[in-house]
Protein backbone atom coordinates (compact mmCIF):
# COMPACT_ATOMS: atom_id res chain seq x y z
CA UNK A 1 0.00 0.00 0.00
CA UNK A 2 0.72 3.79 -0.04
CA UNK A 3 3.33 4.42 2.51
CA UNK A 4 6.16 7.56 3.63
CA UNK A 5 8.49 7.43 6.09
CA UNK A 6 10.66 10.10 7.28
CA UNK A 7 13.76 10.51 8.87
CA UNK A 8 13.36 9.74 12.82
CA UNK A 9 13.62 12.86 15.58
CA UNK A 10 13.80 14.34 17.17
CA UNK A 11 16.37 17.17 15.43
CA UNK A 12 17.84 19.69 17.32
CA UNK A 13 20.51 22.44 15.44
CA UNK A 14 21.59 25.72 16.25
CA UNK A 15 20.16 28.75 14.50
CA UNK A 16 21.39 29.54 10.76
CA UNK A 17 22.26 25.85 10.57
CA UNK A 18 21.15 23.77 7.78
CA UNK A 19 18.52 21.64 7.97
CA UNK A 20 17.32 18.29 5.63
CA UNK A 21 14.64 16.39 7.16
CA UNK A 22 14.42 13.34 4.38
CA UNK A 23 10.99 12.02 3.37
CA UNK A 24 10.91 8.68 0.91
CA UNK A 25 7.37 7.50 -0.09
CA UNK A 26 6.09 4.36 -1.48
CA UNK A 27 2.51 4.92 -3.98
CA UNK A 28 0.94 3.32 -7.37
CA UNK A 29 0.26 5.78 -9.26
CA UNK A 30 1.58 9.32 -9.30
CA UNK A 31 0.98 11.13 -6.19
CA UNK A 32 0.96 14.85 -4.87
CA UNK A 33 3.82 15.09 -1.92
CA UNK A 34 3.20 17.61 0.84
CA UNK A 35 4.94 18.63 4.02
CA UNK A 36 2.64 19.86 6.98
CA UNK A 37 4.04 21.71 9.73
CA UNK A 38 2.66 21.87 13.54
CA UNK A 39 3.76 24.59 15.47
CA UNK A 40 3.21 24.11 19.28
CA UNK A 41 -0.22 24.81 20.43
CA UNK A 42 -1.27 24.71 16.65
CA UNK A 43 -3.31 22.56 13.78
CA UNK A 44 -1.00 21.43 10.89
CA UNK A 45 -0.55 23.52 8.38
CA UNK A 46 0.35 23.38 4.65
CA UNK A 47 4.48 24.40 4.50
CA UNK A 48 4.73 23.58 0.82
CA UNK A 49 3.68 21.04 -1.94
CA UNK A 50 4.80 19.58 -5.11
CA UNK A 51 2.15 17.84 -7.84
CA UNK A 52 4.31 16.29 -10.42
CA UNK A 53 8.01 14.96 -10.76
CA UNK A 54 10.95 17.59 -10.79
CA UNK A 55 8.77 20.13 -9.28
CA UNK A 56 10.19 22.19 -6.71
CA UNK A 57 7.65 23.37 -3.38
CA UNK A 58 9.28 26.61 -1.79
CA UNK A 59 7.81 28.68 1.12
CA UNK A 60 9.22 30.58 4.16
CA UNK A 61 12.83 29.40 3.02
CA UNK A 62 11.78 25.65 2.96
CA UNK A 63 12.06 23.72 -0.40
CA UNK A 64 11.36 20.47 -1.09
CA UNK A 65 11.63 18.76 -4.85
CA UNK A 66 9.75 15.78 -5.79
CA UNK A 67 12.46 13.11 -7.22
CA UNK A 68 10.34 10.10 -8.85
CA UNK A 69 13.68 8.23 -9.62
CA UNK A 70 14.90 8.52 -6.03
CA UNK A 71 10.96 8.51 -4.54
CA UNK A 72 11.85 11.27 -1.91
CA UNK A 73 10.79 14.72 -1.42
CA UNK A 74 13.52 15.67 1.23
CA UNK A 75 12.95 19.39 3.19
CA UNK A 76 15.44 21.81 3.11
CA UNK A 77 16.40 24.93 4.64
CA UNK A 78 19.69 26.46 4.31
CA UNK A 79 19.43 28.85 7.41
CA UNK A 80 17.26 27.80 10.64
CA UNK A 81 15.64 30.12 12.92
CA UNK A 82 14.09 29.35 16.59
CA UNK A 83 11.12 30.15 15.17
CA UNK A 84 11.21 27.27 12.77
CA UNK A 85 10.84 24.84 16.03
CA UNK A 86 7.86 22.56 15.10
CA UNK A 87 6.77 18.99 13.96
CA UNK A 88 7.01 17.89 10.06
CA UNK A 89 5.24 15.98 8.66
CA UNK A 90 5.82 14.59 5.27
CA UNK A 91 2.55 13.15 2.98
CA UNK A 92 1.22 12.12 0.23
CA UNK A 93 -2.13 11.62 -2.08
CA UNK A 94 -2.48 9.28 -4.76
CA UNK A 95 -4.66 10.88 -7.84
CA UNK A 96 -8.32 9.87 -7.20
CA UNK A 97 -8.15 8.51 -3.62
CA UNK A 98 -8.07 11.80 -2.24
CA UNK A 99 -6.87 11.12 1.41
CA UNK A 100 -3.29 11.93 2.72
CA UNK A 101 -1.11 9.43 4.06
CA UNK A 102 1.41 10.63 6.19
CA UNK A 103 4.87 10.26 7.64
CA UNK A 104 5.27 9.70 11.37
CA UNK A 105 6.38 12.97 11.50
CA UNK A 106 10.06 14.67 13.11
CA UNK A 107 10.41 17.03 15.53
CA UNK A 108 12.90 19.85 14.77
CA UNK A 109 13.99 22.15 17.88
CA UNK A 110 16.34 25.04 17.18
CA UNK A 111 18.37 26.53 19.61
CA UNK A 112 19.67 29.96 20.13
CA UNK B 1 -16.00 30.25 7.31
CA UNK B 2 -12.51 31.62 7.22
CA UNK B 3 -10.72 28.24 8.67
CA UNK B 4 -11.82 24.76 9.60
CA UNK B 5 -13.34 24.90 13.25
CA UNK B 6 -13.77 21.67 15.68
CA UNK B 7 -15.49 21.21 18.41
CA UNK B 8 -14.65 20.71 21.19
CA UNK B 9 -11.13 21.55 21.53
CA UNK B 10 -10.63 19.12 24.17
CA UNK B 11 -12.86 16.65 25.58
CA UNK B 12 -12.87 14.15 28.38
CA UNK B 13 -14.77 11.16 28.95
CA UNK B 14 -15.81 8.27 30.76
CA UNK B 15 -15.08 4.86 29.48
CA UNK B 16 -18.42 3.61 27.92
CA UNK B 17 -19.77 6.79 26.96
CA UNK B 18 -20.65 8.00 23.25
CA UNK B 19 -18.72 11.59 22.21
CA UNK B 20 -19.27 13.67 18.88
CA UNK B 21 -17.28 15.41 17.65
CA UNK B 22 -18.00 18.34 15.21
CA UNK B 23 -16.25 19.75 12.40
CA UNK B 24 -17.20 22.96 10.25
CA UNK B 25 -15.31 22.74 7.14
CA UNK B 26 -14.10 26.20 4.65
CA UNK B 27 -17.28 27.69 3.27
CA UNK B 28 -17.88 25.91 0.02
CA UNK B 29 -15.19 23.17 0.37
CA UNK B 30 -16.74 20.17 -1.27
CA UNK B 31 -14.65 17.64 0.30
CA UNK B 32 -14.02 17.38 4.37
CA UNK B 33 -11.99 14.08 5.84
CA UNK B 34 -11.42 12.74 9.76
CA UNK B 35 -7.97 11.68 10.34
CA UNK B 36 -7.15 10.28 14.30
CA UNK B 37 -3.48 11.14 15.59
CA UNK B 38 -1.79 9.34 17.83
CA UNK B 39 0.49 10.72 20.31
CA UNK B 40 4.02 10.83 18.65
CA UNK B 41 2.59 9.58 15.45
CA UNK B 42 1.51 10.93 12.36
CA UNK B 43 -2.45 11.16 11.66
CA UNK B 44 -4.33 8.40 9.64
CA UNK B 45 -7.07 8.96 7.38
CA UNK B 46 -10.59 7.45 8.93
CA UNK B 47 -12.87 9.30 6.33
CA UNK B 48 -14.10 11.22 4.05
CA UNK B 49 -17.08 13.12 2.42
CA UNK B 50 -18.31 14.66 -1.22
CA UNK B 51 -20.68 17.24 -0.44
CA UNK B 52 -22.76 14.76 1.75
CA UNK B 53 -21.68 11.78 0.18
CA UNK B 54 -19.35 9.44 2.36
CA UNK B 55 -16.49 8.39 -0.62
CA UNK B 56 -14.24 6.08 1.87
CA UNK B 57 -14.94 4.96 5.25
CA UNK B 58 -11.65 2.23 5.24
CA UNK B 59 -10.35 3.78 7.95
CA UNK B 60 -12.80 3.58 10.42
CA UNK B 61 -11.12 1.13 12.89
CA UNK B 62 -14.41 -0.82 14.10
CA UNK B 63 -18.31 -0.27 13.94
CA UNK B 64 -18.29 1.72 16.96
CA UNK B 65 -17.12 4.71 14.50
CA UNK B 66 -19.40 6.61 12.48
CA UNK B 67 -19.60 10.13 10.62
CA UNK B 68 -22.09 12.00 8.71
CA UNK B 69 -22.44 15.38 6.78
CA UNK B 70 -26.25 15.45 6.30
CA UNK B 71 -26.02 18.88 4.18
CA UNK B 72 -23.11 18.70 2.70
CA UNK B 73 -21.15 20.78 5.32
CA UNK B 74 -21.00 20.53 8.99
CA UNK B 75 -20.03 16.68 9.48
CA UNK B 76 -20.17 14.95 12.66
CA UNK B 77 -17.70 12.22 14.24
CA UNK B 78 -19.55 10.00 16.36
CA UNK B 79 -17.77 7.31 18.66
CA UNK B 80 -20.09 4.93 20.76
CA UNK B 81 -19.29 3.39 24.03
CA UNK B 82 -16.16 4.83 23.95
CA UNK B 83 -12.80 2.93 24.87
CA UNK B 84 -9.53 4.24 26.76
CA UNK B 85 -7.89 3.29 23.24
CA UNK B 86 -9.70 5.59 21.26
CA UNK B 87 -7.83 8.38 23.41
CA UNK B 88 -6.08 10.34 20.35
CA UNK B 89 -6.14 13.67 18.89
CA UNK B 90 -9.12 13.61 15.96
CA UNK B 91 -8.62 16.36 13.21
CA UNK B 92 -10.31 17.45 10.36
CA UNK B 93 -9.95 18.53 7.21
CA UNK B 94 -11.46 20.28 4.27
CA UNK B 95 -10.84 20.60 0.78
CA UNK B 96 -11.89 21.91 -2.85
CA UNK B 97 -10.81 20.21 -5.83
CA UNK B 98 -10.56 23.68 -8.16
CA UNK B 99 -8.03 24.85 -5.57
CA UNK B 100 -5.58 22.25 -5.71
CA UNK B 101 -5.14 18.77 -3.93
CA UNK B 102 -3.82 20.03 -0.98
CA UNK B 103 -6.29 19.78 2.57
CA UNK B 104 -6.40 22.62 5.32
CA UNK B 105 -6.64 21.21 8.64
CA UNK B 106 -8.64 22.75 11.81
CA UNK B 107 -7.12 22.59 15.16
CA UNK B 108 -7.96 19.18 16.26
CA UNK B 109 -10.20 17.82 19.24
CA UNK B 110 -8.26 16.21 21.54
CA UNK B 111 -10.37 13.29 23.04
CA UNK B 112 -9.23 11.58 26.53
CA UNK B 113 -11.18 8.32 27.64
CA UNK B 114 -10.57 7.88 31.74
Known amino acids: GDSVTQMEGPVTLSEEAFLTINCTYT??????LFWYVQYPGEGLQLLLK?????DKGSNKGFEATYRKETTSFHLEKGSVQVSDSAVYFC???????????FGQGTRLTINP | GAGVSQSPRYKVTKRGQDVALRCDPI?????LYWYRQALGQGPEFLTY????????KSGLPNDRFSAERPEGSISTLTIQRTEQRDSAMYRC????????????FGQGTRLTVV
Open chain 1, 50 to 54: ATKAD
Open chain 1, 27 to 32: ATGYPS
Open chain 1, 91 to 101: ALSVQGAQKLV
Open chain 2, 27 to 31: SGHVS
Open chain 2, 49 to 56: FNYEAQQD
Open chain 2, 93 to 104: ASSHPFLGPEAF
